[in-house]
T-cell receptor
Framework: AQKVTQAQTEISVVEKEDVTLDCVYE???????LFWYKQPPSGELVFLIR??????QNEISGRYSWNFQKSTSSFNFTITASQVVDSAVYFC??????????????FGQGTTLQVKP | EADIYQTPRYLVIGTGKKITLECSQT?????MYWYQQDPGMELHLIHY???????EKGDLSSESTVSRIRTEHFPLTLESARPSHTSQYLC?????????????FGQGTRLTVV
């Protein structure tokens, strides 16, 4: 069975602090995709990153970075120098076997990030 | 930029009413999805479609139904709304093909049944 666990329900930081959101997944498949989405108060899900199971390179995009470790089934997300605009709910998600259907996702429970000025 | 639209954004309706939530995308995506997001924020897939005249139920059982008569349109219908249907409903679409791009989501419909 597939499962995604985001153990941190809520995180509160002060602006400019670094923050890491944890994501642990379970799957028996060798081919899959992992995603992070951001859900601001307006409600839509905003795509942040996609990583396939064969690519374990870490990725940096501006203040965002992602650490994919297949050995521990984790795909953690770090925001450096957080800003108030980063306040949102962040979801980690896993695609089904084969990675061919990237919209049929298993989502984690979400982590609410509050960045205080 | 995502071109997927949901209407209405907010809906308050009485128990027993029939409602249809609209979802349209202009990206020509074959695959479309409906997710239900409960107050605890967790998202669950309730319906999906691989193309015209194709619909499947998702992981979470739902009393709603969907149809896919046109590629761009994927409406969700509740024949008789109940308070237990109060939730946010998010529509999404994705491409078919080797590149396997991410799913694009609409802004959601927040439904309240009183």
């Amino acid at each position: 069975a597939q499962k995604v666990t985001q153990a941190q329900t809520e995180i509160s930081v002060v602006e400019k602090e670094d923050v890491t959101l944890d994501c642990v997944y379970e799957t028996r498949d060798t081919t899959y995709y992992l995603f992070w989405y951001k859900q601001p108060p307006s409600g839509e899900l905003v795509f942040l990153i996609r990583r396939n199971s064969f690519d374990e390179q870490n990725e940096i995009s501006g203040r965002y970075s992602w650490n994919f470790q297949k050995s521990t089934s984790s795909f953690n997300f770090t925001i450096t120098a957080s800003q108030v605009v980063d306040s949102a709910v962040y979801f980690c998600a896993l695609s089904p076997p084969g990675g061919s259907n990237t919209g049929k996702l298993i989502f984690g429970q979400g982590t609410t990030l509050q960045v205080k000025p | 930029e995502a071109d997927i639209y949901q209407t209405p954004r907010y809906l308050v309706i009485g128990t027993g009413k029939k409602i249809t939530l609209e979802c349209s995308q202009t990206m020509g995506h074959d695959k479309m999805y409906w997710y239900q997001q409960d107050p605890g924020m967790e998202l669950h897939l309730i319906h999906y479609s691989y193309g015209v005249n194709s619909t499947e139920k998702g992981d979470l059982s739902s009393e709603s139904t969907v149809s896919r008569i046109r590629t761009e349109h994927f409406p969700l219908t509740l024949e008789s709304a109940r308070p237990s249907h109060t939730s946010q409903y998010l529509c999404a679409s994705s491409e078919t093909g080797v590149l396997n791009t991410e799913a694009f989501f609409g802004q959601g419909t927040r439904l309240t049944v009183v």
